[in-house]
């Protein structure tokens, strides 16, 4: 998102508007699917890992991370319908009335205790005039007890009323033997001492265990049978109480207190954290939670390559409940029992980047924790109010750490943002955070960091399939001069001496030939305190190894991946900053066309459509002659449940005129994840006949463009969301047809959209009107197409005797 101009705000929309019929807007996402779908990865490698480390537990119908919350079932504790429930605890020996016996309707009745209808002995019955009275035992446990009156009238007519009837013991607190645990160490299986449950344990529950636990929330805990939880810790130190209900057969529940004691330690100084990797958490190392969303690209010319931006959204990509206090950074314990100097917490800050800017009200606090515990605000930076098309740059702070009370061992500080309304609505970006006792409060330190990546290989797509890349190198290989981005934090000029921009294949290995410097001559001389644009133009000789190997290194490859590296080496630079030496960025090859970088921060959709079905074009180019087999769209989870809609697809081949080259009518979005764990997923429709199945790649020739479109059909207030990834431009291949003409996208509707075509691998299909598709292959008819939920099966039928020696590939809608 680096050097992208937002001219509205998240909530607003940015829309076009022809003949006041469809607008098209351009909306941010409200939630970070990226976080959304390492929590999911997370949760799978949590579930996994417990289930098998618990596999030798004998406990009936465990349940997994994820489950932790009981399930529904019946009531616990479990109460049989009938039956008297009497505590020997409450009534100390006291009687207890079950009944008045109705008599009313009786002649001269008679009624009397039956002596060998009861079962037990947990206790006494006698009929005190029409009253039956029971006297439990005060030393009764839990048991079962049975009364029966015998009921006469006066012509010796009897009938029996019978009273089961359950005493027990109320149930207790049990404390239990503390459980040591490491930071976010997973105990699969923890199992309770309920001997003292007078009965069989028959159902459990957790409660509510009231204690002073920072990592509260963070921490997962599960049921794995009737009396044994599964635990996995978080990374805040101190004591977790996790309380479990366990049940008996008499109704008898106790609870158990398990203290989880989380075992911290403490880092030493200085603490250094310039959010210089890949996230999207920020470092366990140096950090307790998850809340911060560690990225690139959501504000500009950061002091060090990544920030940790507070936007208002939980681990898990979602918005909070409520207004009010938002993300939280909370740095890991630090020891400053013994300073050796002025201690200062120094960082840098900057409200809203390319989001929305925090309102007076969403205000960003500093807090220190003292050694009593409390957490004291040391500075606010309260909301600000400047144009919505502003970037605000990142600003310095240095706050000193005075007073005993933050002098221990075991010091934290944290960072809290406030969010109005709760949502991915008020940013605020932190980077390059320093606490040491060895510094001024100036803004020096000894190191020269990156502050972007570098570009990708190709200077059109995000990715592009590597037949039509391999003979056509030169056309597409991004030869501009390569920038390299630079802040220099040293109080002088810092000289690069040695750098290197380097290329690998990561699937082979193999490393480029024709490696060269970032920078050269007086362009490694990087001036300080500013930000610093340096462009590195490469030698015919160095352009021609890359050539050459991208053209011919890779003929045994059908895909490629190339990742595209800058390094330098400072020796006065101190170690904790080497990090930010070395960036990267990565380009694909493979089979298909993107301009998207995979990650949607927002989308476009018609808003209002009317029965002129408004259309979307992306524009692709071919320089081999090939066929295109299916197309993909990313359709974000926004405007509700969008799988009701209808669109159409259409394909032009050559110009964008009045009749399309294939058409699919009445398709209904997908979402990928409701078939795979992603919510950055592509949702792929097959190019075919949808009424017969059959497959209808479409036949494009060489150096040719076509166009992909998607069209609007169902009426309504929010038409069909389609994923852009706003960090690349590519406003210029795009097109929108609101009535009756197609028009160039607006260049105010930056970004790229999530729309790409999957190319055939192997030779092209040629299916237009000027040349016929083979008839010698094997051809098939698949049943039924489209599957619905609940098919007994699908059927592959050859309709040509040499299918035998054929390979097969089914795909579903989510590719």
């Not at 022809?18 to 999911?40: G, T, W």
């Not at 980047?353 to 515990?373: E, T």
């Not at 190198?473 to 501009?480: D, F, G, H, R, W």
């Not at 592509?682 to 998607?710: C, H, K, M, N, R």
Request: charge should be negative; charged fraction near 20%; hydrophobic fraction near 35%.
């Amino acid at each position: 998102m680096r050097n992208i101009l937002l001219l509205l705000c998240f909530i607003s929309t940015l829309s076009i508007n022809i003949q006041a019929q469809s607008e098209l807007k351009r909306v941010h996402i409200p939630y970070n699917a990226r976080l959304a779908q390492e929590a999911a990865r997370e949760q799978r490698n949590l579930a996994k890992a417990a289930e098998l480390n618990a596999g030798s537990s004998q406990k009936e119908s465990p349940q997994t991370p994820g489950e932790f919350l009981q399930k529904s079932q019946d009531p616990c504790p479990l109460f049989e319908p009938g039956t008297y429930y009497l505590s020997s605890t409450t009534n100390l020996g006291g009687p207890a009335i079950l009944s008045v016996i109705d008599t009313a309707d009786l002649d001269s009745p008679a009624w009397q205790i039956l002596p060998d209808c009861s079962g037990g002995s947990t206790g006494s019955a006698e009929l005190v005039g029409d009253t039956l009275v029971y006297w439990p035992s005060p030393f009764v446990d839990g048991g079962r007890d049975t009364v029966c009156v015998e009921l006469c009238d006066a012509s010796g007519s009897c009938d029996t009323l019978v009273f089961p009837l359950v005493v027990s013991r109320d149930g207790e607190r049990f404390p239990v033997s503390p459980v040591f645990l490491q930071p976010e160490e997973l105990l699969p299986e923890y199992c309770l001492d309920i001997l003292f449950l007078p009965g069989q344990a028959v159902c459990s529950f957790f409660t509510d265990c009231p204690d002073n636990y920072a990592g509260e929330g963070q921490q997962q805990y599960w049921q794995t049978g009737l009396d044994c939880i599964g635990y996995q810790a978080a990374r805040f130190a101190g004591t977790d109480t996790v309380c479990l209900v366990v049940c008996d057969e008499y109704a008898v529940c106790d609870t158990f207190e398990i203290p989880f004691v989380i075992q911290g330690d403490t880092l030493g100084l200085p603490f250094f954290d310039d959010f210089s990797y890949a996230g999207p958490y920020p470092d366990k190392n140096y950090w307790l939670d998850k809340a911060a969303y560690i990225n690139d690209d959501l504000a500009k010319d950061p002091p060090s390559v990544g920030m940790a931006t507070l936007d208002g959204l939980d681990a898990g990509g979602r918005p909070y409940p409520a207004s009010g206090k938002a993300d939280l950074l909370t740095s890991n314990y630090i020891d400053l029992s013994a300073p050796q100097g002025d201690v200062y917490l120094k960082f840098y800050l900057a409200p809203k980047g390319y989001g929305l800017l925090p309102n007076p009200g969403d205000s960003l606090l500093v807090q220190f924790r003292a050694a009593d515990g409390d957490w004291n605000t040391v500075a606010a930076y309260p909301g600000i109010d400047v144009p919505v098309d502003s970037v605000p740059p990142f600003s310095f702070h240095a706050i000193p750490v005075t007073g005993g009370q933050y002098l221990y061992r075991g010091f934290q500080f944290r960072f809290v943002s406030f969010s109005s309304p709760p949502g991915i609505y008020d940013l605020w970006h932190v980077d390059y955070v320093w606490l040491d006792d060895q510094s001024a409060a100036d803004s020096t330190f000894p190191d020269l960091a990156f502050t972007e990546e570098p570009p990708l290989l190709l200077k059109r797509y995000s990715a592009m399939p590597l037949r039509q890349f391999r003979d056509f190198v030169q056309e597409e290989l991004n030869i501009a001069p390569m920038p390299s981005h630079f802040y220099n934090h040293f109080d002088n000029t810092a000289t690069i001496a040695e750098s290197a921009i380097s290329l690998r294949e990561l699937q082979t290995g193999i490393v480029f030939p024709g490696m060269e410097n970032v920078v050269d001559g007086l362009d490694a001389n990087i001036p300080p305190a500013e930000h610093v644009l340096r462009e590195k133009e490469l030698s015919a000789g160095a352009w021609g190894d890359y050539q050459s190997i991208l053209a011919d290194g890779f003929d045994d490859q059908e895909e490629i991946e190339v990742e595209v590296s800058y390094e330098f080496t400072l020796t006065s630079q101190a170690a904790p900053f080497y990090r930010n030496d070395t960036v990267r960025s990565l380009t694909s090859l493979k089979d298909y066309y993107a301009y998207d970088d995979g990650t949607a921060e927002g989308y476009v959709a018609f808003s209002n459509p009317q029965e002129d079905n408004p259309m979307l074009a992306v524009r692709f180019h071919t320089y081999l002659e090939d066929s295109l087999r299916a197309v993909q769209f990313h359709f974000p989870h926004v405007n509700g449940n969008a799988e009701s809609q209808l669109f159409n697809l259409k394909v032009w081949v050559g110009e964008l005129d009045d009749e399309p080259d294939y058409t699919a009518n009445f398709l209904r979005p997908k979402y990928a994840d409701t078939y795979y764990d992603t919510l950055q997923g592509f949702s792929t429709y097959l190019l075919q006949d949808y009424i017969t199945g059959e497959l209808t790649p479409l036949y494009i020739p060489a150096d040719t463009d076509f166009y992909v479109a998607f069209q609007q059909v169902t009426i309504t207030n929010e038409g069909t969301p389609i994923g852009m990834d706003f960090s690349r431009d590519r406003t210029s291949e795009f097109f929108v047809k609101l009535s009756s003409q197609w028009e160039a996208f607006p260049d105010f509707l930056h970004g790229a959209l999530m729309v790409r075509a999957l190319m055939n691998s192997e030779e092209p299909v040629n299916n237009t009107a000027t040349s016929e598709a083979s008839a010698t292959g094997p051809a098939f008819t698949l049943y039924p197409n489209p599957v619905w939920e609940g098919a007994p099966s699908v059927r592959l039928l050859s309709q040509n005797a040499q299918a035998a020696a054929t390979h097969y590939r089914l795909t579903d809608i989510a590719g």
